[in-house]
């Protein structure tokens, strides 16, 4: 690795390593001052690429995610709600300085692994206050306290907008305003801590890592979300296949620990999942075979099928998420949350998102807002699948790991939740996208986009024909 935790973290002297030091802490603080840090960071790179003189670069997911930040702006015309609309629009397009920051200040294999690490710390600590929160409630037999909440009684005592708090039994949140976002943003950054844990061969900072992501699983199990535990079996079971041939003593060692030291609290609620995939089986089937689907009819068959409320009422919402894209289904409702708790309070049901990604954005954007999603998803992979297969040194191996694992966990997650709810989500979504492109280019050694190659390409052949 070409630098050092103290080297990157606590040796600040060029703009690069401030700005970049910035982006990993944003999940730290709350969502209204993220806005502010990812404004200290743009001032450090427009330092750093000026003192450089390169000009600014955009790959190919930075121009499809242009393409999805100016559709929003464009949903502003016929959104219901224009202003809402146009707020989100503004903030996908402020965020989209992240993924500049990041494709442009991390062009080396050493900021890459620097960068990484300041990630992997700030994952930790998020783990880590949770932990603390879980066992702090344990103890004094009460909620977890919200980390952040008297700055934002603070904060909303002076604004127009009231602060409304549900209370979480048991249940972490951390420095988030509620448990499924923790689990959202820990489970999209943690198969990027699982990097270090296997190419870094320097003792302490491996062993650092290692605690940073026994922290990080902590903080999606003591958020007490479902969605996350999914994708943290998924994670880990990938894991166990990839490391049981040379690592066996170890990884059994890891699982039978995990299992041994897990609350009653978490076993129990890990055995509704089984119930809520069967009972969503029954529900399937029963509307399948039937030739009314009303909203009265799918309510009884919901309610028939005996699952427990937060699974009806997820169905509900699902098929009525359904229902509302094929009256729109070209450009949608328009962009943001508000476009679609409005569609759900016509039908009487207090929702604010469709609870599943892929329906979110139908309800939001159409086809056309999913289509571009699914291209950057595609790309995404592809990057990956190129870095496992032709990358030049192991390190690439374990990046186009994470990339894929990033994938598929964002992804189930996403089927029951909303991970592009709240600021900080977005924020961290599009830095990972920028990671994506960086570590493509710099261990595939890729300098052009695609459409570049093809150009390089009709040159040559022009060329051979003349």
């Known amino acids: 690795m070409g630098v050092s935790l103290q080297q990157f973290c606590l040796d600040l002297k060029e ?65 219901n709600s224009p202003l809402h609309t146009l707020v989100t629009a503004a ?36 783990g880590l206050i949770a932990c ?18 008297w700055l934002d009684n603070l904060v909303y005592e002076f604004l127009p907008l009231e602060l409304s708090k549900t209370p979480y039994a048991l249940r972490a ?37 290692r605690v940073c992501l026994f922290l990080t699983f902590g903080g999606i199990i003591f958020s007490f979300s479902r969605g996350g535990y999914l994708a943290l079996l998924l994670l880990c079971a990938a894991l166990i296949v990839l490391n049981i041939r040379h690592r066996f003593a170890a990884v059994s060692m890891y699982v039978f620990s995990a299992i041994l030291f897990l609350p009653e609290e978490v ?84 929702a604010v998102h469709a609870h599943n990604l892929v329906l979110q954005i ?35 191996f374990w990046i186009g790991f994470s990339i894929l694992s990033f994938a598929a966990c964002f992804m189930l997650h996403g089927m029951v939740d909303h991970p592009l709810l709240t600021p900080k989500l977005v924020c961290n979504f599009i830095m990972i996208l920028g990671i994506i492109e960086c570590s493509s280019k710099i261990y595939t050694g890729r300098k052009f986009s695609v459409w570049k190659k093809i150009k390089h390409r009709l040159v040559d052949v022009k060329k051979s024909k003349g």
């Open 132 to 149: 603390i929160q879980y066992r702090i409630g344990t103890f004094t037999d009460s909620n977890p306290i919200y980390f952040w909440s």
């Open 267 to 350: 076993i129990k609620r890990l055995w509704t999942i089984g119930g809520g995939i069967s009972s969503g089986s029954n529900i399937i089937e029963n509307a399948i075979n039937s030739s009314d689907l009303s909203y009265e009819a799918t309510t009884e068959i919901i309610n028939n099928a005996g699952a427990e409320f937060a699974v009806s009422e997820r169905w509900k919402i699902w098929l009525e998420s359904l229902a509302s894209f094929v009256e729109r289904p070209i450009g949608g409702y328009g962009a943001g949350t508000h476009a679609t708790w409005e569609v759900f309070d016509e039908v009487g049901i207090s």
């Open 362 to 396: 139908m309800l939001e954007g159409g086809i056309i807002a999913l289509v571009l999603m699914m291209i950057m998803g595609f790309k995404s992979l592809k990057n990956g699948v190129e870095l496992i297969r032709g990358g030049y040194n192991s390190n690439s």
């Open 15 to 79: 703009p690069w390593q401030k700005a970049l030091l910035i982006l990993a802490l944003v999940p730290l603080f709350p969502d209204y001052i993220s806005f502010f840090l990812i404004i200290a960071a743009t001032v450090f790179a427009m330092m750093e690429i000026r003192a450089s003189k390169k000009k600014i670069q955009i790959g190919f997911i930075g121009k499809i995610l242009m393409l999805f930040c100016a559709f929003q702006l464009i949903s502003t015309t016929y959104s």
């Open 91 to 126: 903030m996908w397009w402020f965020f989209f300085l992240v993924y500049l920051i990041v494709t442009n200040l991390v062009n080396t294999a050493a900021r890459f692994d620097g960068f990484l690490l300041c990630i992997t710390g700030v994952a930790g600590l998020v």
């Open 173 to 209: 949140a951390s420095t988030f305003s509620n448990p499924n976002i923790l689990a959202e943003y820990l489970v999209a950054v943690a198969p990027f801590v699982v990097y270090f844990n296997f190419c870094e061969r320097r003792k302490e900072i491996r062993i650092f890592c």
